[in-house]
């Protein structure tokens, strides 16, 4: 078993507890630092968790890494920079060391703490399904323990630990809710941790629920392409969200806040990151690059041709014809039983969604003039003797066709 040691009193208690009790339990402990360089106090701590790890005969693994300096262009905060590193470090530790467990110290406060930053932030719901006991190889002993409790344990034992000092820096927030926030909350609630406790344990349970649903909607609803996702629509709007936070977090790793996300619920696109969309259209939910701007021009050699998740077939009888397909451009019409009308009222007469309209492969002669929109339309200056055929289509490109039904 790893154990994140920071040298602070919930860790060393942590610690303490395992090599203790590591014979019955049938375990071996292994204890992992890592040096942020955030402070200037962190040199100590490493010292001292490398002292006493030699003292409770502890294999110790230790790390630095310059945080500050990897934190300045990445955009984030550098609670999540140090985060994301801390995990990765631990994560490769455990793997080398052979462990096939890695323990955490977090307790009943941290997690009321991370529930009131949350809901300030403004978290969804499943949001505050924060901190769970196990969690792939994370584990965390201490998570059903307040901190006083740890604290009483730690002095009984004469377990040694360091301070850090900036746990005292209200303008962290984390520090503001610790020493502001939560003082206030148990005036009304001696027992806010154990109530929070609950409400967090019962949330894993939901949270679990609509992971099987969505994971069970994915896999019969939702049509991966190459920079683009789409779904049927379902009619429950959280499920809606949750499939495309699912759907996100998939293709990009990624998933935007949840105030973003409700965006998708009023507006037909919504913006998320660098020309990622979410995009609803006539029942179905495109996800990811859905706003096609590349303009392509293809001549029709071959009989069957692919193209942007379409595949048409087109048989020519003379030899001297020549077909292109190429997406649409703006002001294009098509002539239909006499009658001259805009290919944009083609398409929203046939409810095309608007995320496919600028990838449709429309077939054009040499005049550039449309003679046929797969599975929409024929021109009448399409000839007799041509043969055309939309034989694959992206899901919900027209009416009835389903991801079932292509295949």
């Known amino acids: 078993m790893l154990v994140a040691v920071s040298g602070g009193i919930d860790s060393m208690t942590l610690l303490y507890v395992l090599k203790k009790f590591s014979l019955p339990l049938k375990i071996t402990v292994t204890a992992a630092h890592l040096d942020h ?5 962190s040199k100590r701590d490493r010292e001292f968790v490398e002292k006493i790890c030699r003292q409770w005969n502890v294999p110790v693994e230790i790390a630095e890494v310059d945080v500050p300096s990897l934190w300045r262009d990445s955009g984030k905060t550098l609670e999540e920079i140090a985060r994301e590193i801390r995990y990765d470090f631990l994560k490769k530790t455990a793997e080398k060391v052979g462990a096939t467990k890695i323990a955490l110290a977090h307790h009943k406060n941290d997690l009321l703490e991370t529930v009131v930053h949350r809901l300030v932030r403004g978290t969804g719901p499943l949001g505050l399904a924060c901190i769970s006991p196990k969690r792939e190889e994370f584990i965390r002993p201490l998570l059903v323990f307040k901190r006083s409790e740890i604290e009483e344990y730690a002095r009984k034992n004469g377990v040694p630990y360091v301070v850090d000092e900036t746990n005292y820096d209200v303008k962290y927030t984390r520090n503001f809710i610790r020493h502001r926030i939560i003082p206030l909350m148990k005036e009304l609630n001696p027992t806010v941790e154990d109530a929070v406790y609950r409400l967090v344990s019962v949330t894993h349970l939901l949270r679990n629920f609509v992971e099987r649903t969505v994971q069970d909607f994915v896999e019969k609803n939702v049509c991966f392409y190459e920079d683009y996702a789409v779904f049927n629509e379902p009619e429950d709007p959280f499920l809606f969200l949750e499939v495309t936070r699912w759907v996100l977090k998939e293709m990009y ?3 935007p806040e949840y105030e973003k996300l409700i965006e998708t619920l009023k507006s037909k696109r919504v913006d998320l990151w660098s020309g990622t969309f979410v995009e609803r259209s006539f029942g179905y939910t495109a996800v990811g690059k859905t706003v096609f701007r590349k303009k392509y021009r293809v001549e029709v050699k071959d009989e069957s041709l692919e193209i942007e998740g379409f595949k048409i077939r087109v048989v020519k009888n003379r030899d001297t014809m020549k077909f292109w397909v190429r997406n649409r451009k703006e002001g294009d019409r ?14 929203i007469e046939k409810k095309v969604p608007t995320f496919y309209r600028d990838r449709v492969p429309l077939l054009v002669d040499e005049r550039d003039r449309i003679l046929w929109v797969p599975g929409i339309a024929r021109s009448d200056f399409l000839p007799e003797d041509v043969v055309v055929e939309l034989l694959e289509y992206p899901v919900g490109y027209v009416k009835g066709g389903t991801y079932f039904e292509q295949v």
């Open 37 to 41: 360089r955030i402070r200037e106090s």
């Open 253 to 255: 790793g990624r998933i």
């Open 334 to 347: 098509i002539i239909v039983n006499g009658r001259e009308r805009k290919l944009k009222d083609v398409f």
